[in-house]
């Protein structure tokens, strides 16, 4: 198992600006006209920060998940995308919609899986295991998605694993370890883990989570399965942020602990209005606070960066993919697709 973890030197501090609420206005005022006026709809995850989703939402945008987000983009009208989100975002988008012009806020918006999983050192690795069939999750760059078999979402990575081990394959997984550990306990398939993980899934404590079900025993329990072993199990729900969206909203419990990226909170709260949501714990054994349950990536996605983008025209922040790579990733993002539509 290759090791690439990201060690706390190589995590960005990034402490977003303050803004009063007049600068706020103004700063969504100037993006909605420069949307209109640039023919560009906002796409933007679920982890970024409010402002920019209630935006998404309002000039018919949308707020989702990095898969939903490209997917969105490519059925669009608009001859313009802006991604609020991290650099793979905007590169998936980039290559389902190769047409388009892809912004972002910021190109230095970067996700620890995919820093964790370099290309040449990947493909090195599916080099030395030539008999299995390479699954990487949609966490990743273009480059290491061109040398894999599937791309895969949380959301059907289980689904997928499942079919490949009643196909009698034996799977090379990559990046997140987390998530592999839970799809092979899950599916009981033969698979060999890239050592990667998620900054802010990773900081999820097992003892604080034990001890915070006893002070609120009535709350449902929702984790991505990026989190640690020991957090799944004490898990109710496991899930995607679409699925831990949807167990918000579904489930009758009145209160809810969270493990996942504190961004979702947003979009939590506008789906399930009246329910409680508190934040799993990263504090404990071994806490770095590396991300302190929000990515630092994620938090570049400001108003501000927003707004300058799209004052500036395509040169500024303008995500490219080459054309031979983007055809390569292209087929197994595009197997995936079939295989979700099936």
């Not at 501000?304 to 292209?330: I, K, S, W």
């Amino acid at each position: 198992m290759n090791s690439h973890r990201l060690a706390v030197e190589d995590v960005p501090i990034f402490e977003p600006r303050e803004l009063s609420d007049e600068r706020r206005r103004a700063l969504k005022d100037e993006i909605r006209s420069l949307l209109k006026a640039r023919d560009a709809a906002l796409v933007a995850h679920y982890y970024t920060d409010g402002d920019v989703q209630e935006l998404a939402e309002e000039t018919g945008g949308c707020v989702s998940d990095s898969l939903e987000m490209a997917r969105f983009g490519h059925n669009h009208p608009a001859s313009t995308l802006v991604v609020a989100g991290v650099r793979f975002m905007g590169e998936t988008a980039k290559i389902l919609s190769p047409e388009k012009t892809v912004l972002m806020p910021t190109l230095k918006a970067e996700c620890s899986l995919d820093l964790g999983c370099p290309p040449d050192e990947f493909a090195a690795f599916c080099d030395a295991h030539p008999d299995r069939t390479v699954v990487v999750y949609a966490n990743t760059s273009a480059a290491v998605k061109a040398r894999s078999d599937w791309v895969v979402t949380s959301s059907i990575a289980l689904d997928v694993v499942a079919y490949l081990r009643d196909e009698g394959k034996k799977v090379l997984w990559a990046p997140d370890k987390h998530l592999g550990r839970y799809i092979q306990d899950e599916t009981g398939a033969d698979m060999l883990m890239w050592d990667g993980a998620c900054i802010v899934h990773e900081e999820f404590k097992t003892k604080g989570l034990h001890d915070m079900k006893a002070v609120y025993p009535d709350a449902a329990v929702l984790v991505h399965p990026e989190s640690p072993r020991g957090v799944i199990d004490l898990a109710d729900v496991v899930g995607s942020t679409s699925q831990i969206l949807k167990a918000a909203q579904e489930l009758p419990n009145e209160t809810f602990i969270v493990a996942t990226d504190r961004g979702i909170f947003s979009t939590l709260r506008r789906k399930a209005p009246g329910k409680r949501f508190i934040e799993a714990p990263t504090a404990g054994e071994g806490a770095t606070c590396r991300s302190c349950a929000h990515c630092p990536w994620m938090a570049m996605n400001e108003l501000d960066a927003l707004a300058a983008t799209l004052r500036a025209g395509n040169t500024a922040n303008e995500v490219h993919v080459d054309p031979e790579l983007a055809r390569q990733a292209m087929i197994p993002l595009q197997r995936m697709l079939d295989f979700k539509a099936r």
